[in-house]
Structures are given as C-alpha cells and as structure tokens.
C-alpha cells in the first residue's frame, strides 16, 4: 500500500515525506531521483556558493537602515571590492600578446624581431 510504503520512508530516512510522495514520483526510478536530491543533495559549486552568499548580502544591504556616512562608506567599499575583483580577474587572462609568444617558433619570434627591427629588408 502507498501510505505504507511512505511511513516506511519516513520512517527509514528519519524525514516527514510528503503525503503525495508517491503520487509525485509514481515510478521507482523518479522516487529514488527525489530521495537521492533530497538526502545526498549535489554540493554547490564555487559560483553557485558565491552567488547564494552575494544574494544573502544584497538582502541584508537592502534591509539596512544606514545613515548618509555609512551608506557611502559601504558603497565606496563595494565599488573597491569591484574594481579589485575586475583586475583580478584580468590578471589571471593572459593577454594576445603573451598568448602568441608562447605558442610562436624560435624562428617565428626571430623573423618577428628582424621584420620589427627592419632587418628582414636589408640586402647584405
């Protein structure tokens, strides 16, 4: 019987299931889907984590009843935090140029360095 098999599961995962549960997962592969979520759900990963913990700020900035000097130190804090973020990031990209010298040729580098240099036009 269906109520059985949910008190079992209550019973047996230590949780108050719903009284639908069942009739939400009628087949044997959709129930073990949603007690699997349910009870080893995945582990967040390093942007949802962040994310989540930007929305928690964002509704405790907004809640925040700051006087004029507070609310400007706190924006000048998050513009630095920004501009820090931004070139932090850029500095882990490598740019155009260091990209194409690592992947150029010892004669690729030095045809480059005689063409820059105007040698590669000289007759001797």
Do not use: M
């Amino acid at each position: 019987d269906r109520c059985e098999l949910r008190n079992r599961l209550n019973g047996t995962t230590g949780r108050q299931l719903p009284p639908t549960l069942i009739f939400d997962h009628p087949t044997v592969a959709a129930l073990a889907a949603y007690l699997h979520e349910e009870l080893a759900p995945r582990e967040a990963s390093p942007r949802e984590r962040l994310l989540s913990e930007w929305d928690v700020l964002e509704a405790k900035l907004l809640a925040a009843d700051f006087d004029p000097a507070d609310r400007s130190e706190v924006l000048r804090r998050l513009r630095a935090l920004g501009t820090r973020w931004e070139s932090h990031q850029e500095a882990d990209q490598p740019d155009e140029v260091d990209g194409h010298i690592r992947s150029a040729s010892a004669n690729e580098i030095f045809a480059f360095i005689d063409q820059e240099l105007g040698r590669g036009s000289e007759t001797e």
